[in-house]
């Protein structure tokens, strides 16, 4: 059973989390920059057995696509046609600040919350997925 990728696409980073191979928990990976984002998609991919890929929606309150979703949608095709794995799509709501306040609350730095903020909303947006499962 290979594992699921979950994806944080933001305007200027992209946070990558994995599942375990059991599906049940969602971990950080990495951050990167979202010039190299599909090339550090696909040779992580390769590299961790990756079966499925959940890309973060980012929604409006009401539950409509958000002001950032048609980018979202493009960014997730084109995972999908670079990696040829399946590709969903997840609810975003709040991500970014769950995983910003649950930094604070572990003692995390400012400094090191700005570089690992991104990868921490992906394990979130996956885990939310798995969750539902």
Not at 29 to 42: S, W, Y
Not at 61 to 69: H, I, K, N, R
Not at 71 to 80: D, L, Q, Y
């Amino acid at each position: 059973m290979g594992r699921l990728m979950g994806i944080d696409y933001g305007t200027k980073r992209v946070g990558i989390a994995l599942s375990d191979p059991t599906h049940l928990i969602a971990s950080p990976l990495m951050v990167c920059d979202r010039e190299t984002a599909i090339d550090v998609i696909a040779g992580a991919v390769r590299a961790h057995d990756v079966e499925s890929i959940v890309v973060g929606m980012p929604t409006s309150l009401s539950g409509e696509d958000g002001p950032s979703a048609a980018a979202a949608r493009a960014f997730a095709s084109e995972v999908a046609n670079t990696t040829g794995l399946a590709v969903e799509v997840e609810d975003e709501r709040f991500t970014s600040v769950l995983a910003e306040r649950s930094m604070i609350e572990s003692g995390t730095k400012r400094s090191d919350r700005r570089k690992s903020l991104d990868g921490v909303a992906a394990a979130l947006i996956l885990q939310s997925y798995l969750d539902r499962q």
